[in-house]
């Protein structure tokens, strides 16, 4: 069997990376973009939320993508051996670092949305204060 024929069953099989939902999904996937991009000798391109291709100077080389929670990489080029690798050393360094950032930015997020939902309730409830007020009289 040669490279292209074993990564092959990483289009079949993947790498199951846990993760809790699609919006997890999406976080991952741009993670991997940022990685990505720091290589000299390859490019990314997000096709969608959930997939990219990499390229070298010269082709295309692999499709990642993750679908219900499973990372795939199906090969398009001659040589997609760099990617494999530079795939395997995200999952084995990366992978903890990334969910626990998604975390904390979900962890943000609800803070930042139960903030705004009570000063969206102080404000509407200063607003229909006003409303109740007798200013139209004073004018009159």
Known sequence: ??????????????IDLKLDSEEMEIFYVKSL??????????YCIQVSDLELEISDAHELLA????????????PLGQN????????????ANLHKPTIELFKQTQVKKKTTESVKSKTLKETT??????EDSDFDDDWV
Do not use: H, Q, T
């Open 63 to 74: 499709s990642v993508f993750i679908k219900d929670s499973i990372l795939r990489i199906i």
């Open 33 to 42: 973009r940022y990685f990505f991009e720091e290589k000299e000798d390859l």
């Open 1 to 14: 069997m040669d490279l292209i024929s074993k990564i092959e069953d990483l289009k079949n099989f993947g």
């Open 80 to 91: 997609p051996y760099a990617v494999l690798m530079d795939v395997l050393e995200f999952v």
């Open 125 to 130: 409830g200063k607003v229909e204060l006003e």
